[in-house]
């Protein structure tokens, strides 16, 4: 079942991981980005989710439109609405390289109140057809609906191509998960030619695949639709008094029952080292955003950044290279099984196991473990970070020992059921009214 798509458009030449065809030149991808962001709790006050800081230099909306760029989907629209500013400066310092000339941009479409002046986006739905005259105006074939907040690398041409040898009004990408997970995702039933035969959103008793009983496909969130198919269910949508709007609990389940829906499985499409599996994380909550921080320092990360066949774009400020300093017995600047980013100084302290973004400075005699610090943070001497996420431009005085004592760091931090400590510029009484 869900078998590589065939040769309507061409294979991707050996060796590179790249579908770039017509299908994809005549697909207008749309991203969401206007969620709040709540489960990360203080990290998101200032930003949105995807301008949240992940992997040392990039934010969490830069893989969804490197997906976009490398797979040759040019032509894309952000739908900002909640804390946007942050999100909206980093697009136009990393994402403005596209040529209009040759017809291709990334276009920010923050919630105007197009459509209803008492009215922001109110759904996933609502924020597409809102747009929706943008869109007509771009004269696409088919339609790209993305989350911009999943960490994951795709090649979106598979995707396309597969919908077009399914002949499917809609496909919905697609991956297995525990059945014990089920109850956070869109489930779908899907038969054996790939075609979805049912779909409800965040079940209490999901359908399980046949041939394992234990796990389910859970959608992506990420959709292809025919434009004109998508343009008549979001009017249909928009004049139903009954509806959220919302792809997942509305539009997705009326156009299973009616119409021909195909479920895309991520693995045929997702880039990824032959000998690892499929990776896409959600990072929503503060222990999910540390772990998939923390999987990029293992030994063998199943998330490869290093792969320069599917680079992952951003816009970084231009720092010299980390360094690292002083080589006493008891003060040695080291970073052991952790990334350093650029601009960083290790003076005379410890990182282990951790991930410091671009900027930091950990002083002398400090010990970081287990921990993310975001770019400007500085730590000072005689500091113990454990499992920690610092926030950006934080300032550590000496001596602070943080993730030592959980019951110490709850009256001033925030720490969740598993122990990690989140600390911020307002936790720590320093100004934070700076938005980046």
């Not at 951003?314 to 300093?325: D, L, N, R, V, Y």
Request: with cysteine; net charge neutral.
């Amino acid at each position: 079942m869900f078998s590589r798509p065939g040769s309507e458009s061409g294979k991707p030449a050996s060796g590179d991981p790249r579908f770039v065809s017509q299908l994809t030149r005549k697909t207008f991808a749309m991203v969401l980005a206007g969620g709040r962001g709540s489960r990360l709790h203080e990290l998101t006050d200032w930003r949105c989710k995807p301008a949240v800081p992940f992997g040392g230099k990039f934010r969490i909306i830069d893989f969804t439109l490197s997906n976009c760029v490398n797979s040759g989907v040019r032509r894309v629209g952000v739908a900002t609405q909640y804390k946007a500013q942050s999100l909206i400066r980093h697009l136009q310092q990393g994402w403005s390289f596209l040529d209009g000339r040759l017809g291709e941009f990334i276009e920010i479409m923050p919630a105007q109140q197009q459509l209803d002046e008492s009215q922001w986006y109110q759904g996933t739905a609502d924020a597409v057809y809102q747009n929706m005259r943008e869109i007509r105006h771009v004269d696409p074939d088919y339609v790209l609906v993305l989350s911009g907040d999943h960490i994951y690398r795709m090649d979106y041409g598979r995707l396309l191509a597969a919908h077009v040898k399914c002949n499917a009004d809609l496909s919905v990408a697609c991956f297995e998960v525990p059945l014990s997970d089920a109850k956070s995702f869109g489930v779908m039933a899907v038969n054996d030619k790939g075609r979805i035969v049912d779909f409800e959103e965040k079940p209490a008793n999901p359908k399980s695949i046949p041939s394992q009983p234990d796990r389910v496909y859970a959608s992506m969130g990420i959709y292809v639709f025919n434009a004109r198919f998508l343009f008549e269910q979001l009017r249909r949508d928009a004049d139903d008094p009954k509806s959220s709007h919302d792809f997942g609990k509305d539009v997705i389940p009326h156009c299973v029952k009616r119409y021909h829906c195909c479920a895309q499985n991520f693995k045929d499409s997702c880039v990824q080292d032959i000998d690892k599996p499929a990776y896409w994380r959600d990072v929503g909550t503060l222990d999910a955003y540390w772990e998939a921080n923390m999987d990029l320092v293992q030994v063998t990360p199943q998330l490869n950044l290093y792969d320069d066949r599917w680079p992952i774009w951003t816009w970084q400020p231009q720092s010299p290279p980390a360094k690292f300093i002083f080589d006493d017995e008891d003060r040695r600047g080291e970073a052991i099984d952790s990334m350093v980013s650029g601009g960083c100084i290790v003076s005379g302290a410890k990182v282990r196991r951790s991930l410091l973004f671009s900027g930091v400075q950990v002083h002398s005699y400090a010990t970081v473990e287990d921990s993310v610090v975001l770019p400007g943070g500085n730590i000072g001497r005689h500091c113990v970070l454990k499992k920690c996420i610092v926030d950006r431009d934080c300032k550590l005085p000496e001596g602070m020992q943080i993730g030592v004592d959980a019951e110490r760091d709850r009256k001033r931090f925030h720490v969740t059921a598993s122990g990690l400590t989140l600390v911020t510029r307002t936790m720590l009484g320093q100004d934070a009214d700076v938005i980046r």
